[in-house]
Nanobody, 122 residues
Framework: QVQLVESGGGLVQAGGSLRLSCGAI????????MGWYRQAPGKARDLVATIRSGNTKYADSVKGRFTISRDYAKATVSLQMNSLNPEDTAVYYC?????????????????WGQGTQVTVSS
């Protein structure tokens, strides 16, 4: 099992920057992917960025503004967020996939952090 602990959220003015960090505790050697999702009030939780085997994926709305990075030795994933706008306001959740087995077959298990609030004022 893996526990994810996020930090770095807060209040920022439009055009500003924030950096989110997430540390994994537990069976970190089995982590196959990490990423960030966000959920605005009344909306579904959406992918922001993920990184798997060094390959990154971003939501179209954050491309060119956000950068995801992972420190494999420290089992952390970070999200550098630049040029923030009010539409980026949401609770941001750290996500990790951990390899394992179900009935002898390879499988991945998904874990979530508790979430950190990001608020961008206009």
């Amino acid at each position: 099992q893996v526990q994810l602990v996020e930090s770095g959220g807060g209040l920022v003015q439009a055009g500003g920057s924030l950096r989110l960090s997430c540390g994994a505790i537990g069976d970190i050697s089995r982590i196959t992917a990490m990423g960030w999702y966000r959920q605005a009030p009344g909306k579904a939780r959406d992918l922001v960025a993920t990184i798997r085997s060094g390959n990154t994926k971003y939501a179209d709305s954050v491309k060119g503004r956000f950068t995801i990075s992972r420190d494999y030795a420290k089992a952390t994933v970070s999200l550098q967020m630049n040029s923030l706008n009010p539409e980026d306001t949401a609770v941001y959740y750290c996500n990790a996939y951990v390899s394992g087995y179900v009935n002898g077959a390879p499988a991945e298990f998904e874990y979530w952090g508790q979430g950190t609030q990001v608020t961008v004022s206009s």
